[in-house]
T-cell receptor, first 113, second 117 residues
Framework: GDSVTQMEGPVTLSEEAFLTINCTYT??????LFWYVQYPGEGLQLLLK?????DKGSNKGFEATYRKETTSFHLEKGSVQVSDSAVYFC????????????FGKGTHLIIQP | NAGVMQNPRHLVRRRGQEARLRCSPM?????VYWYRQLPEEGLKFMVY????????ESGMPKERFSAEFPKEGPSILRIQQVVRGDSAAYFC???????????????FGPGTRLTVT
Protein backbone atom coordinates (compact mmCIF):
# COMPACT_ATOMS: atom_id res chain seq x y z
CA GLY A 1 0.00 0.00 0.00
CA ASP A 2 0.87 3.68 -0.08
CA SER A 3 3.26 5.07 2.51
CA VAL A 4 5.01 8.31 3.45
CA THR A 5 8.29 8.53 5.32
CA GLN A 6 9.54 11.77 6.77
CA MET A 7 12.47 12.62 8.97
CA GLU A 8 11.99 12.13 12.66
CA GLY A 9 12.09 15.10 14.97
CA PRO A 10 12.34 17.18 16.84
CA VAL A 11 14.34 19.41 14.55
CA THR A 12 15.76 22.40 16.41
CA LEU A 13 17.09 25.41 14.50
CA SER A 14 18.03 28.97 15.25
CA GLU A 15 16.01 31.82 13.80
CA GLU A 16 16.99 32.69 10.19
CA ALA A 17 18.51 29.25 9.60
CA PHE A 18 17.80 27.25 6.42
CA LEU A 19 15.23 24.49 6.80
CA THR A 20 14.91 21.15 5.04
CA ILE A 21 12.46 18.46 6.12
CA ASN A 22 12.83 15.31 4.05
CA CYS A 23 9.83 13.38 2.76
CA THR A 24 9.78 10.31 0.52
CA TYR A 25 6.81 8.28 -0.58
CA THR A 26 5.76 4.95 -2.02
CA UNK A 27 2.62 4.88 -4.11
CA UNK A 28 1.03 3.32 -7.15
CA UNK A 29 -0.25 5.62 -9.84
CA UNK A 30 0.32 9.36 -9.81
CA UNK A 31 -0.45 10.80 -6.40
CA UNK A 32 -0.85 14.42 -5.35
CA LEU A 33 1.56 15.50 -2.63
CA PHE A 34 0.94 17.84 0.28
CA TRP A 35 2.56 19.50 3.25
CA TYR A 36 0.30 20.29 6.20
CA VAL A 37 1.26 22.24 9.33
CA GLN A 38 -0.22 21.73 12.80
CA TYR A 39 0.24 24.40 15.47
CA PRO A 40 -0.16 23.35 19.12
CA GLY A 41 -3.73 22.45 19.98
CA GLU A 42 -5.01 23.16 16.48
CA GLY A 43 -6.02 21.22 13.39
CA LEU A 44 -4.04 20.78 10.22
CA GLN A 45 -3.61 23.64 7.79
CA LEU A 46 -2.73 23.01 4.17
CA LEU A 47 0.67 24.61 3.60
CA LEU A 48 1.35 23.71 -0.03
CA LYS A 49 0.69 21.06 -2.65
CA UNK A 50 1.89 19.68 -5.97
CA UNK A 51 -0.17 17.51 -8.27
CA UNK A 52 2.31 16.25 -10.86
CA UNK A 53 5.97 15.58 -11.41
CA UNK A 54 8.29 18.62 -11.35
CA ASP A 55 5.55 20.86 -9.93
CA LYS A 56 6.76 23.22 -7.21
CA GLY A 57 4.38 24.12 -4.42
CA SER A 58 5.07 27.30 -2.46
CA ASN A 59 3.47 29.32 0.31
CA LYS A 60 4.66 31.67 3.10
CA GLY A 61 8.31 31.20 2.07
CA PHE A 62 8.08 27.41 2.10
CA GLU A 63 8.72 25.40 -1.05
CA ALA A 64 8.64 21.74 -2.11
CA THR A 65 9.22 20.15 -5.52
CA TYR A 66 7.53 16.92 -6.65
CA ARG A 67 10.43 14.67 -7.68
CA LYS A 68 9.10 11.51 -9.31
CA GLU A 69 12.54 10.06 -10.05
CA THR A 70 13.48 10.10 -6.37
CA THR A 71 9.88 9.80 -5.05
CA SER A 72 10.51 12.79 -2.81
CA PHE A 73 8.79 16.01 -1.77
CA HIS A 74 11.22 17.75 0.58
CA LEU A 75 10.08 20.91 2.37
CA GLU A 76 12.46 23.89 2.39
CA LYS A 77 12.53 27.44 3.70
CA GLY A 78 15.39 29.85 3.36
CA SER A 79 15.06 31.68 6.68
CA VAL A 80 12.87 30.31 9.46
CA GLN A 81 11.14 32.34 12.16
CA VAL A 82 10.10 31.47 15.70
CA SER A 83 6.49 31.49 14.48
CA ASP A 84 7.29 28.54 12.17
CA SER A 85 7.55 26.26 15.21
CA ALA A 86 4.96 23.54 14.65
CA VAL A 87 4.54 19.94 13.50
CA TYR A 88 4.81 19.43 9.74
CA PHE A 89 3.13 16.51 7.98
CA CYS A 90 3.88 15.24 4.51
CA UNK A 91 0.94 13.49 2.84
CA UNK A 92 -0.15 11.95 -0.43
CA UNK A 93 -3.53 11.49 -2.02
CA UNK A 94 -4.74 9.30 -4.84
CA UNK A 95 -1.81 6.92 -5.05
CA UNK A 96 -3.71 3.69 -4.79
CA UNK A 97 -7.00 5.13 -5.92
CA UNK A 98 -8.33 5.66 -2.40
CA UNK A 99 -9.88 8.97 -1.39
CA UNK A 100 -8.26 9.25 2.02
CA UNK A 101 -4.88 10.90 2.43
CA UNK A 102 -1.84 8.92 3.59
CA PHE A 103 0.27 10.83 6.14
CA GLY A 104 3.79 10.62 7.44
CA LYS A 105 4.31 10.61 11.20
CA GLY A 106 5.09 14.32 11.35
CA THR A 107 8.22 16.32 12.11
CA HIS A 108 8.24 18.60 15.14
CA LEU A 109 10.12 21.80 14.28
CA ILE A 110 11.42 24.06 17.05
CA ILE A 111 12.86 27.46 16.17
CA GLN A 112 14.88 29.19 18.86
CA PRO A 113 15.33 32.96 18.91
CA ASN B 1 -16.10 32.18 5.74
CA ALA B 2 -16.40 29.44 8.34
CA GLY B 3 -14.04 26.53 8.04
CA VAL B 4 -14.63 22.94 9.06
CA MET B 5 -16.21 22.85 12.52
CA GLN B 6 -15.94 20.05 15.02
CA ASN B 7 -17.46 19.65 18.43
CA PRO B 8 -16.83 19.04 21.14
CA ARG B 9 -13.16 20.05 21.11
CA HIS B 10 -12.47 17.91 24.15
CA LEU B 11 -14.44 14.87 25.28
CA VAL B 12 -13.86 12.69 28.33
CA ARG B 13 -15.58 9.34 28.57
CA ARG B 14 -15.31 6.43 31.00
CA ARG B 15 -14.62 2.97 29.65
CA GLY B 16 -17.80 1.43 28.27
CA GLN B 17 -19.55 4.72 27.49
CA GLU B 18 -20.39 6.02 24.04
CA ALA B 19 -18.62 8.90 22.30
CA ARG B 20 -20.31 10.99 19.59
CA LEU B 21 -18.15 13.36 17.59
CA ARG B 22 -19.66 15.93 15.24
CA CYS B 23 -18.31 17.55 12.10
CA SER B 24 -19.81 20.32 10.00
CA PRO B 25 -17.99 20.66 6.68
CA MET B 26 -17.06 23.94 5.05
CA UNK B 27 -19.88 25.71 3.26
CA UNK B 28 -20.41 24.18 -0.13
CA UNK B 29 -18.52 20.98 0.73
CA UNK B 30 -20.46 17.73 0.53
CA UNK B 31 -17.60 15.27 1.05
CA VAL B 32 -16.39 14.42 4.55
CA TYR B 33 -13.43 12.38 5.78
CA TRP B 34 -12.58 11.21 9.30
CA TYR B 35 -9.01 10.60 10.53
CA ARG B 36 -7.57 9.43 13.84
CA GLN B 37 -4.28 10.68 15.28
CA LEU B 38 -2.75 8.58 18.01
CA PRO B 39 -0.07 10.17 20.23
CA GLU B 40 3.23 10.71 18.37
CA GLU B 41 1.70 9.33 15.17
CA GLY B 42 0.49 10.76 11.90
CA LEU B 43 -3.13 10.81 10.91
CA LYS B 44 -4.76 7.57 9.78
CA PHE B 45 -7.70 7.63 7.40
CA MET B 46 -10.87 6.06 8.79
CA VAL B 47 -13.87 6.75 6.57
CA TYR B 48 -15.06 8.84 3.62
CA UNK B 49 -18.70 9.90 3.30
CA UNK B 50 -20.91 11.89 1.02
CA UNK B 51 -24.39 12.99 1.99
CA UNK B 52 -26.29 9.88 3.12
CA UNK B 53 -23.64 7.51 1.77
CA UNK B 54 -20.52 5.83 3.09
CA UNK B 55 -18.10 5.68 0.17
CA UNK B 56 -14.98 4.17 1.74
CA GLU B 57 -14.72 2.78 5.28
CA SER B 58 -11.56 0.78 4.72
CA GLY B 59 -9.79 2.43 7.68
CA MET B 60 -12.62 2.05 10.15
CA PRO B 61 -12.29 -0.57 12.91
CA LYS B 62 -14.80 -3.33 12.27
CA GLU B 63 -16.45 -3.15 15.68
CA ARG B 64 -17.78 -0.33 17.85
CA PHE B 65 -17.13 2.43 15.29
CA SER B 66 -19.71 3.86 12.92
CA ALA B 67 -20.14 7.04 10.89
CA GLU B 68 -22.96 8.82 9.17
CA PHE B 69 -23.54 11.99 7.17
CA PRO B 70 -27.28 12.61 7.01
CA LYS B 71 -29.05 14.75 4.46
CA GLU B 72 -29.46 17.46 7.09
CA GLY B 73 -27.02 18.19 9.88
CA PRO B 74 -23.42 17.34 10.66
CA SER B 75 -21.49 14.16 10.09
CA ILE B 76 -21.29 11.98 13.21
CA LEU B 77 -18.54 9.58 14.22
CA ARG B 78 -19.84 7.26 16.91
CA ILE B 79 -17.73 5.04 19.13
CA GLN B 80 -19.59 2.58 21.29
CA GLN B 81 -18.23 1.03 24.49
CA VAL B 82 -15.04 3.08 24.42
CA VAL B 83 -11.75 1.62 25.63
CA ARG B 84 -8.54 3.36 26.69
CA GLY B 85 -6.99 2.63 23.29
CA ASP B 86 -9.61 4.88 21.67
CA SER B 87 -7.99 7.92 23.32
CA ALA B 88 -6.78 10.03 20.41
CA ALA B 89 -7.45 13.16 18.41
CA TYR B 90 -10.13 12.69 15.76
CA PHE B 91 -10.02 15.03 12.81
CA CYS B 92 -12.62 15.71 10.20
CA UNK B 93 -11.82 17.07 6.75
CA UNK B 94 -14.03 18.18 3.88
CA UNK B 95 -13.79 18.81 0.17
CA UNK B 96 -16.00 20.17 -2.59
CA UNK B 97 -15.82 17.11 -4.78
CA UNK B 98 -14.33 13.65 -4.71
CA UNK B 99 -10.57 13.28 -4.45
CA UNK B 100 -10.22 12.24 -8.04
CA UNK B 101 -11.83 15.48 -9.18
CA UNK B 102 -9.96 17.96 -6.97
CA UNK B 103 -6.45 16.48 -6.73
CA UNK B 104 -7.30 15.16 -3.26
CA UNK B 105 -7.20 18.58 -1.57
CA UNK B 106 -8.92 18.48 1.82
CA UNK B 107 -9.53 21.07 4.55
CA PHE B 108 -9.30 20.03 8.17
CA GLY B 109 -11.18 20.96 11.30
CA PRO B 110 -9.58 21.63 14.71
CA GLY B 111 -10.18 18.08 15.93
CA THR B 112 -11.85 16.45 18.91
CA ARG B 113 -9.52 15.17 21.59
CA LEU B 114 -11.08 12.09 23.17
CA THR B 115 -9.81 10.89 26.52
CA VAL B 116 -11.04 7.59 27.90
CA THR B 117 -10.57 7.13 31.64
Amino acid sequence: GDSVTQMEGPVTLSEEAFLTINCTYTATGYPSLFWYVQYPGEGLQLLLKATKADDKGSNKGFEATYRKETTSFHLEKGSVQVSDSAVYFCALGGGGGADGLTFGKGTHLIIQP
Amino acid sequence: NAGVMQNPRHLVRRRGQEARLRCSPMKGHSHVYWYRQLPEEGLKFMVYLQKENIIDESGMPKERFSAEFPKEGPSILRIQQVVRGDSAAYFCASSTTSGRENSYEQYFGPGTRLTVT
